[in-house]
């Protein structure tokens, strides 16, 4: 593998560190002015300023020149459902037409109209559309990825969604971090049974996913009308002792569920969403380091209120945010306009932003110790921008700036003409 040297970056910016970042911490960026970075095999060698190429013989490396442009950690999408079978695209004008999303779930639209879908898509076919996705990720300066199953909800096409990441994984793209998430719904099958449909899951399922290695984590919608609380402790305890990571869909349509609550009681990595959260589900998420994963652009998709990050970070908390592409409620991979949303109606700011995208999205995922910061002996993870400073990616909203992305040592983008 090619050594790289990243040079005259008009900065480069990035948390610093190998834990979620709480509160205010999560404002403390290292930001150096005429920035460098030295890549080694998979690894980041050296960071620093003009100093660090003191000696250095340039030719033997591939030299990446971001005079003008802004060095970043690579970006961490955390919350993802990027394989599924077929689209939804006129429940999106049902919804521009006034009709809400719960009310398309409860006629039958929603995660179950997706699954008929998903059941039909070959491994294959995931593969060929899996590749499209990954790319566009990739364009926007994601290096890491997480994707959950959750669109098949039988044993057959829930193991086929997270074949279909093992393969993507072994392809030397970017990295993604599978989840099994089989109570992601109740299926047609186990109507008005969810209980039995946990113990599928556990019994049925989860065994064999474990046994193949295909998931890290387990994940559940906890939810009015999909899993309650004990079914959700019940799921989530059985697939910790299992030796599964764990994260929750929490507090994301009706408050007062409880959601967050039980996401500080286990002690999960991330519960996500949290548009409908309690101050008590913001205290108990932080006083056990839970990070909250949030998803401005279903929120936008689904006209709801946004998540209280403001309220969240002044109280302490550690959030990262991430895209939630799937194909019902959320059919966008676009970091521009989450960092928009994140900043113009959350109320972050942009320094929060950029942690929340890297260094808290690795934490997400378990990764912090390996990814999220431009560090030595970290993976090589770098995204580069064609703007003079990290605000520049809220100020010009909305417009892709990426121009280059390597994730762990390879390169996995790279805009025309630009270098
Ligand atoms: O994360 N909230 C539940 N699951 C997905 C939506 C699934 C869908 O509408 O297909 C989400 O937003
Ligand atoms: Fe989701």
């Known amino acids: 593998m090619k ?16 834990a979620l970042k709480k509160g205010e911490e999560m404002r403390e960026l290292t930001v150096i002015p005429n920035g460098c970075v030295i890549t080694e095999g998979n690894r980041i060698k050296a960071v620093g300023g003009p100093e660090i190429l003191q000696g250095l013989d340039e030719a033997e490396y591939i030299v990446i020149d971001c005079t003008g442009k802004t060095i970043m950690p690579g970006l961490v999408d955390s919350h993802t459902h990027f394989i599924f079978g077929g689209y939804r695209a006129e429940e999106f004008n049902w919804r521009l037409n006034g ?25 294959d076919e995931f593969l060929e559309v899996g590749r499209k996705r990954l790319r566009s990720f990739a364009n926007f300066g994601v290096t890491t990825v997480e994707g959950k199953s959750g669109y098949g909800l039988d044993k057959e096409t829930e193991l086929r969604q997270l074949e279909a990441m093992a393969r ?4 030397d793209w970017i990295r993604i971090v599978p989840t099994y998430m089989g109570p992601h719904e109740i299926p047609a099958e186990f109507k008005g049974r969810p209980d039995d449909y946990i113990d599928f899951c556990l019994n049925e399922v989860l065994p ?11 994940d559940i919608f906890t939810e009015k009308g999909v899993f309650n ?40 990595t991330s519960a996500d969403h949290l548009l409908k959260i309690s101050e008590e589900g913001i205290k108990a998420m ?52 989450l960092i928009a949303l994140s900043t113009i109606y959350m109320g972050l700011r942009m320094e929060e932003v950029v942690t929340a995208l890297t260094l808290n999205g690795a934490a997400a995922l378990g ?48 805009k025309q003409d630009i270098f």
């Open 99 to 123: 009709e809400s999303y719960i009310s398309i779930m409860e006629r039958g639209g929603g995660i179950v109209a997706s699954t008929k879908a998903t059941r039909a898509t070959s491994l």
């Open 208 to 218: 064999e996913v474990k046994e193949r290695g295909l998931a890290t984590f387990c």
């Open 168 to 171: 993507l994984n072994q392809e």
């Open 367 to 414: 990764l912090a110790e390996e990814k999220g910061s431009l560090e030595a002996g970290k993976l090589a993870d770098i995204a580069v921008f064609d703007v003079p400073n990290h605000q520049f990616l809220t100020y010009h909203f909305g417009v892709n700036e990426c121009v280059y992305t390597m994730s762990e040592g390879r390169e996995v983008y790279r």
């Open 286 to 337: 932080r006083d056990n380091n839970v990070c909250g994963t949030l998803l401005p652009l279903t929120a936008f998709s689904i006209k709801a209120d946004y998540a209280p990050a403001r309220k969240m970070v002044d109280m302490g908390m550690g959030v990262a945010l991430a895209t939630d592409l799937n194909p019902g409620s959320c059919y966008s991979e676009s970091i521009p306009l």
């Open 3 to 18: 050594s790289y040297l990243f040079k005259n970056a008009s900065e480069l910016v990035t948390p610093k560190g190998t």
């Open 229 to 268: 609380i004990e079914q959700s402790r019940k799921f989530l305890t059985a697939a910790r002792e299992a030796g599964f990571g764990i994260r929750m869909h929490a507090d994301e349509l009706f408050a007062g569920f409880g959601g967050a609550e039980l996401a500080g009681e286990l002690k999960v």
